[in-house]
């Protein structure tokens, strides 16, 4: 059986190294990038100066997928895709034209930063901020003594992060966002709050509710007009979210929410020998119990994967997503599962929600007690738990994994107040779950 994955990065390296592992199939892999596996999110950290180089973000290259009768295509772009005929047509980077063939497809072509057309966007020194090489120009410029002034457009996750690392190389940064508050499809209120305090109190300002109009400059970005005036800029980062890149599939492939490939529970789309994962197909949310896109690099590796098994004969079901998510700004540590209080009531939701905060978790690096900022959100109807937020100095990863799998489940919150975990004071504090479950009655 001959196989084509197109698209070498989170899901289509995860589905190769599944498939190479499995074994049975000849394996054919494009890519028109030259870097594979970049782990863009972690470009803050190289970008603020906390990693000396992006080169540590790499996880594989296509060494590590060659022989056992692979072949890896990398700075080639796929053209066209005939489905009827099972062939795809390609161009090569010294643009030599060729033609490949397959029994199944897997299409884990990703989604690129979403450009709007904003007057002036193409100006020099305007960039996004999801490639190696997007990494790298940033980079360049940013140590540029010249470089002063920072102009951010999006306080979504990107934003907000690429705002502390230009901050952190001595930058002067302006932080815009139409939305009346930063993260505003992430979290709630009171977390959007504690956020922005860690950025304000190190001189990052921060202007929601404005929108930006356009940028202004000869060759190069000198200012950034918006609904409250202009400022002049030196350099500025565009994140307004990502598309999908689904070009290939158009007028054949059935499409699903935010124009992803529309699959089922086994990542096959209406094409019975054509899959798809990652950002550029569509996945079950179990919170919400509706299929959404979600750009996360956790959700491709895992339905690349699952693709992968399918695809070599072995059934394996998608068990839904929750959109679990974390970040750090100034070592507080944010981290989210499933939907908020505002996304629940947004989409018609009756749902109740309870706050837990408390000031008896260890911080590993000093051994001072720390505050922790817990939200769990639950149905009115049958306590279903739908959704968590946590933020703290100290990692709890390990609790929202712990809420993350609870949603999944559809756990009550009265159930999680008896889940069975051990206490160590030193360790885990005490057991806020078991305090917020018991305060939501």
Not at 232 to 247: F, H, K, R
Request: aromatic share 8%; proline share 2%.
């Amino acid at each position: 059986m001959k196989v084509i994955i197109i698209g070498l990065n989170h899901a289509g390296c995860a589905a190769a190294k599944t498939l190479l592992n499995l074994g049975g199939v000849q394996l054919h892999i494009y890519d028109q990038m030259r870097e594979i596996s970049f782990l863009s999110c972690g470009m803050a950290l190289w970008i603020g100066g906390q990693l000396a180089s992006g080169e540590g973000l790499f996880y594989a290259s296509p060494d590590d997928f060659s022989g056992h009768g692979t072949k890896v295509f990398i700075e080639t772009r796929v053209d066209s895709i005939d489905f009827k005929s099972r062939k795809i047509f390609c161009t090569d980077k010294h643009g030599k034209q060729f033609v490949d063939t397959y029994d199944k497809l897997l299409l884990t072509t990703g989604s690129r930063p979403r450009r709007a057309g904003i007057p002036g966007i193409d100006l020099d020194n305007i960039f996004s901020v999801k490639t190696y090489r997007d990494g790298e120009a940033t980079v360049r410029q940013l140590a540029r003594p010249e470089v002063r002034r920072i102009g951010i457009v999006g306080a979504g996750y990107v934003g907000v992060e690429m705002a502390e690392a230009c901050c952190r190389q001595g930058k002067e940064v302006y932080l815009f966002d139409t939305a009346p508050r930063i993260l505003y499809t992430h979290t709630d209120r009171i977390f959007s709050e504690l956020i922005a305090k860690r950025m304000t109190d190190r001189g990052i300002k921060i202007y929601t509710g404005t929108r930006v109009t356009g940028f202004d400059g000869t060759k190069s970005v000198n200012g950034i007009r918006t609904s409250r005036g202009r400022f002049g800029i030196d350099m500025a980062l565009v994140n307004l979210g990502s598309e999908p890149c689904t070009e290939l599939g158009r007028g054949v492939l059935n499409f699903g929410p935010g124009g992803t490939y529309r699959v089922d529970d086994y990542q096959q789309t209406n094409l019975p020998d054509v899959y798809a994962a990652g950002d550029c197909a569509c996945v079950y949310n179990n919170a919400t119990e509706e299929y959404e896109a979600v750009s996360l690099a956790s959700n491709a590796i895992r339905t690349g994967i699952i693709a992968a098994l399918n695809i070599a004969g072995f059934p394996s079901p998608h068990h839904g997503s929750q959109a679990s998510s974390g970040l750090s700004i100034y070592d507080m540590k944010l981290l989210t599962t499933g939907i908020s209080v505002r996304a629940a009531q947004n989409l018609g939701l009756d749902v109740k929600w309870v706050d837990v905060e408390d000031a008896e978790y260890l911080n590993a690096s000093d051994g001072n007690k720390v505050k922790v900022t817990l939200r769990l959100v639950y149905m009115s109807s049958d306590r279903a738990l739908v959704g968590a937020q946590i933020a703290s100095l100290a990692d709890l990863s390990g609790m929202i994994h712990a809420l993350s799998l609870a949603v999944q489940n559809r756990m009550t919150i009265d159930a999680l107040a008896w889940q069975d975990v051990f206490i160590m004071s030193e360790i885990t504090g005490e057991n806020l779950l078991r305090k917020a479950a018991l305060q939501a009655g």
